[in-house]
T-cell receptor
Framework: DAKTTQPNSMESNEEEPVHLPCNHSTISGTDYIHWYRQLPSQGPEYVIHGLTSNVNNRMASLAIAEDRKSSTLILHRATLRDAAVYYCILRDVTGYALNFGKGTSLLVTP | SQTIHQWPATLVQPVGSPLSLECTVEGTSNPNLYWYRQAAGRGLQLLFYSVGIGQISSEVPQNLSASRPQDRQFILSSKKLLLSDSGFYLC??????????????FGQGTRLTVV
């Protein structure tokens, strides 16, 4: 399975933009890039996903490199409620694989 | 709309006792179903997934088993719990045959403590 690499932790100031990187150099052409986040003591929550083009939704934006070997989750204005562990995951064409790595722990400070 | 129910929210069980965690999904048919475990301070580990009634795939050999007796019901079991079975157990579902293009939905989890 193609794997992802993320920094263990990042810190941001409230109301500042946050760019969370993810490397996936062995991604296959049919792998979708998914992002989830997990707040303490809760189940993961879907954030955004994409295949080749950049994607925007009400929660975040996803910027995908042209060669698809890396991507960046962008939170446009971090709030204290955005403090969570963010997971970058590749889902293959079968849709079965949903393997979480260690993710990035985002700390948001006032 | 679709919802996922997982219970109980917390559970304290003695070593050697049996376990049964239940997960049900409403508002969809033929979902992919998943069981995950998260040990304290660790990432999420995929334990089992199922693409249909009676079809279970195990990702990690362990002291646990899973069953899917009905389309939208997924059960995680153990005959004899070990201390190492403690953790946060999560059930999830996604659309079958979505080719990776839709999100997965997670329950609120069961925190199991084996004493």
């Amino acid at each position: 399975d193609a794997k992802t690499t993320q920094p263990n932790s990042m810190e941001s100031n409230e109301e500042e933009p946050v760019h969370l990187p993810c490397n996936h150099s062995t991604i296959s052409g049919t792998d979708y890039i998914h992002w989830y986040r997990q707040l303490p003591s809760q189940g993961p929550e879907y954030v955004i996903h994409g295949l080749t083009s950049n994607v925007n939704n009400r929660m975040a934006s996803l910027a995908i490199a042209e060669d698809r070997k890396s991507s960046t989750l962008i939170l446009h204005r971090a709030t204290l409620r955005d403090a969570a562990v963010y997971y970058c995951i590749l889902r293959d064409v079968t849709g079965y694989a949903l393997n979480f790595g260690k993710g990035t722990s985002l700390l948001v400070t006032p | 709309s679709q919802t996922i129910h997982q219970w109980p929210a917390t559970l304290v069980q003695p070593v050697g006792s049996p376990l049964s965690l239940e997960c049900t999904v409403e508002g969809t048919s033929n979902p992919n179903l998943y069981w995950y475990r998260q040990a304290a301070g660790r990432g999420l580990q995929l334990l089992f997934y199922s693409v249909g009634i009676g079809q279970i795939s195990s990702e990690v050999p362990q002291n646990l088993s899973a069953s899917r007796p009905q389309d939208r019901q997924f059960i995680l079991s153990s005959k004899k719990l070990l201390l190492s079975d403690s953790g946060f157990y999560l059930c999830a579902w996604s659309v079958l045959w979505d080719r990776g293009n839709t999100e997965a939905f997670f329950g609120q989890g069961t925190r199991l403590t084996v004493v």
